[in-house]
């Protein structure tokens, strides 16, 4: 055992010896090489190489190739792979060892010698093994120093280590750059033009990225970055010579679009090289690529609450690099090994903005009339990006909500249709049938509306003469579409359309791929949807009116017609239609969520809410109404008064009267609406003619009053025309008032800067969304292609191009 390791351990500092030893005769013969070699590599690192031209460059090149020929065959020492011998040798005196043991270990006796004498020469052989266990391992100690008198190789070493922190992650590129000069040939009548350029997926909403041009010549030094499935495309022209493409290691060939006319276009799928070659020597440029890769969406569910109406408001956060295509929730029954025929997992488009400046988004499904309202479920969401990327959120546990009919009939249809549900039996729906009967037999149960009284007769119908599964799920859809009606009027039916248009138009503007044509088709539903919508709210005002209208205050005919007039949202549609450029459906985006929260805050409580101030309102412009009558009546009897005593005091008491109505009018106003300026100079004025009545001035006291009177008028039709404005914006202002219950409260906006209707209409409010006109979207247009121009623009400073992609990407 003793004798094996002995030799193991031999063999092993052999080893190792002779690897030291070639190490050290390797850097003692061609440290100089080496030094050549550092130098010429950190030029090229640094870029130093370049500051001489082409020229200077392959000059360069050539002087440190023969530089590195001669040093390498004639300033380093002689070499030659180490033999057994010497390395052995070289383990002697490195380890002290006298009369040389291991070269001991060689010799044999020689021819003739005797038994005796060969026995004596094994053991002393066998006696010399014992001073293996002194062998060493040395550490290599080249003679370079003593031949580098200047130790240049040291700063060879230094000048490289700097030439690696300047280049960082182009090592490879400015390496390859420094050992392939551009070497062109320019010979007489072989001018080529070259347009080279990136062009990124259309949905990064990047512009191209020029590499060169035929006008403008390389306009890019550096690396340049694209998305990553961007298109390469290269043209050349003016050559009769195939040119060829190298790029990541792969060839690619042209394509002769015409007679001396060449085009190219690859996928870039990983960055690289594009080297452009025309023949065998003449080299058209480099230009080295780096592909950015589309990261996955980042998505999470920040929060799941109750909404009013048994809606069911989701928070969350959706962001991408260049958008998200699609967001997707899925609703699943959190016993997943319940039986109930009516569970099941619910997949529903969530709309969004595709690239939003918050930091969150909400939306507010309406799920109350599906059988799993009221049970306990989880949701997840899903987003996916244009490039195919997907990421799913966090999960929330809660319970669905279910809708609570205040109405008793309401509510008897609601538990009918969910007995239909649970219990889809003969016996169950001859019992529902008996209960629709019932209802559709007392009017009074649902204020006498002949479309439910025609829904149940119809639910009834089928239900006895056709009791099939169909038929039961079609009676279950009628049954809700009743109890809503019963609930909130034709209002319920026009504004879940309305919300359904909505939801539909904004996920074709989140899809680049959704063609004008189609935009246009969608813009068309929304409108008639809308048109129905606000039909039926004005209907729904009209009755509330009607019922709870108090001192029998009407709208005045013109109000009325006013108020219809500018409710029609034909021109914002017009407007919308307008819009079809890709700046523009970030316009279009935003009015579309702003009208779907303005359909699903107008709820029956806030139309109540409005249909008093409009009340309110009415009703002091009616007392002005009836202040400008009676004005008009004093002036007449001031111009047909004889001055007397009797009659200027009558006139003067009148006036005074008139005066303090006007104030408690204005009090009115002042609740609901700005108080037009016109209103104040007519008090002003009716003080100046009281007191000139009271004087005994007939002639003064007429003029005042006749110019109070035209300051009345003037006031009414201020008044008249600012409630219209106002109902103008009544979608928009409901649409500001979901952007307030992100940020500020209703509560926030002073008094008098609200209008009938309770809206801000000061400067401290949200204010409505302006829809630009044609010359400020042609305007915006030439702006953005000028700043994507001088984006583009290399020679540009790298500041100036960093603030103008900061200013596009807002």
């Not at 998305?227 to 195939?242: C, F, N, V, Y």
């Not at 009013?308 to 958008?323: E, H, P, Q, S, V």
């Amino acid at each position: 055992m003793r004798k094996l390791k002995r030799q193991l351990a031999y063999f092993w500092t052999l080893g190792w010896s002779f690897f030291t030893l070639l190490l050290e005769r390797l850097w003692s013969s061609f440290w100089p090489l080496a030094t050549v070699i550092m130098f010429y590599a950190a030029l090229s690192l640094t870029q130093i190489v370049l500051m001489f031209g082409n020229t200077g460059h392959v000059v360069l090149l050539g002087l440190f190739t023969a530089a590195a020929i001669f040093a390498g065959f004639y300033l380093g020492a002689p070499f030659r792979l180490p033999r057994r011998r010497e390395v052995e040798r070289r383990i002697e005196m490195e380890s002290g060892l006298r009369h040389r043991p291991l070269d001991m270990m060689h010799d044999r006796p020689a021819a003739g010698t005797d038994a005796a004498a060969a026995a004596l020469f094994e053991r002393e052989k066998e006696a010399r093994k014992k001073d293996w266990d002194k062998l060493k391992i040395w550490r290599p100690r080249p003679d370079a120093a003593a031949r580098d008198r200047f130790a240049l190789r040291h700063a060879a070493l230094l000048f490289l280590v700097i030439g690696l922190v300047m280049a960082q992650q182009d090592v490879r590129f400015r390496l390859m750059q420094g050992l392939r000069p551009q070497i062109n040939f320019s010979l007489p009548g072989t001018a080529v033009s070259l347009d080279i350029w990136a062009q990124p997926p259309g949905y990064t909403g990047k512009p191209p990225v020029f590499l060169a041009t035929a006008q403008l010549g390389r306009t890019t030094e550096s690396t340049a970055a694209v998305p990553a499935g961007s298109l390469l495309k290269i043209r050349i022209g003016g050559t009769a010579s195939t040119p060829k493409l190298r790029y990541a290691g792969k060839d690619y060939a042209f394509t002769q679009a015409a007679d001396k006319s060449f085009t190219l276009e690859i996928p870039l799928t990983e960055s690289g090289t594009a080297e452009v070659k025309l023949g065998w020597f003449r080299t058209l440029g480099t230009w080295p690529i780096d592909i950015t890769p589309d990261t996955p969406p980042a998505v999470s569910l920040l929060l799941v609450t109750a909404a009013d109406r048994a809606g069911t408001k989701i928070i969350f956060d959706a962001r991408d690099d260049y958008g998200i295509k699609s967001l997707t929730a899925t609703i699943e029954p959190l016993d997943e090994n319940t039986d109930n025929p009516w569970a099941e997992t619910l997949y529903l488009d969530v709309p969004f903005i595709r690239n939003a400046a918050t930091d969150n988004q909400n939306h507010t499904f309406r799920l109350s009339r599906h059988p799993m309202s009221g049970t306990p479920v989880r949701m997840t969401l899903t987003a996916e990006d244009d490039a195919g990327n997907r990421s799913t959120s966090n999960t929330e546990v809660f319970v669905l909500p279910e809708r609570d009919f205040k109405n008793p009939t309401a509510a008897r249809l609601n538990l009918e249709r969910k007995r239909l549900t649970y219990f889809d039996n003969a016996i169950t729906r001859k019992i529902t049938a008996q209960t629709l009967a019932n209802i559709a037999n007392r009017p009074h149960f649902f204020n006498g509306d002949p479309v439910v009284f025609l829904g149940l007769v119809m639910a009834v119908k089928r239900l006895g003469y056709d009791g099939d599964a169909e038929s039961v799920a079609s009676v279950r859809d009628l049954l809700w579409e009743l109890a809503l009606r019963v609930e909130e009027g034709g209002l319920a039916q026009a504004r879940d359309a309305l919300t359904e248009a909505l939801q539909k138009m904004t996920q074709a503007l989140n899809n680049p791929d959704t063609s004008e044509e189609q935009l246009q088709q969608i813009m068309q539903e929304v409108s008639e949807k809308m048109r129905a919508y606000f039909q039926a709210l004005a209907n729904e005002m009209r009755q509330m009116a009607e019922n709870q209208m108090q001192n029998g205050e009407q709208l005045s005919p013109e109000l009325a017609q006013r108020i219809r007039q500018e409710m029609d949202m034909e021109d914002l549609m017009r407007q919308l239609q307008n819009m079809s450029d890709a700046e523009a459906r970030k316009h279009m985006q935003k009015t579309m969520e702003q009208l779907r929260r303005a359909v699903e805050n107008a709820s029956p409580e806030e139309i109540r809410e409005m249909q008093q101030r409009q009340a309110q309102a009415t009703k002091a412009m009616n007392d002005l109404q009836k202040v400008i009558h009676a004005q008009q009546e004093l002036v007449d009897q001031a111009n047909k008064s004889d001055g007397s005593k009797e009659e200027m005091r009558e006139m003067g008491e009148k006036e005074g009267g008139l005066r303090k109505q006007l104030d408690s009018i204005t009090q009115g106003l002042g609740q609901g609406m700005p108080v037009p300026e016109s209103l104040g100079a007519a008090a002003d004025l009716m003080e100046q003619a009281e007191q000139a009545f009271h004087a005994g001035d007939l002639q003064e006291g007429g003029k005042l009053a006749k110019a109070a009177l035209d300051k009345l008028q003037e006031g009414m039709d201020q008044s008249v025309q600012h409630m219209a404005e106002q109902m103008k914006q009544l979608v928009i202002s409901f649409g500001g008032r979901g952007r307030q219950q992100e940020g500020r409260q209703q509560g926030d906006c002073p008094p008098e800067e609200r209008d009938p209707l309770g809206n801000c209409t000061g400067t401290s409010g949200t204010g409505s969304v302006k829809i630009p006109d044609e010359k400020e979207r042609r305007r915006v247009q030439e702006i953005i292609r000028e700043l994507r121009g001088r984006s583009n623009n290399w020679e540009r400073p790298r500041i100036e191009r960093e603030y103008i992609d900061r200013l596009l990407n807002n």
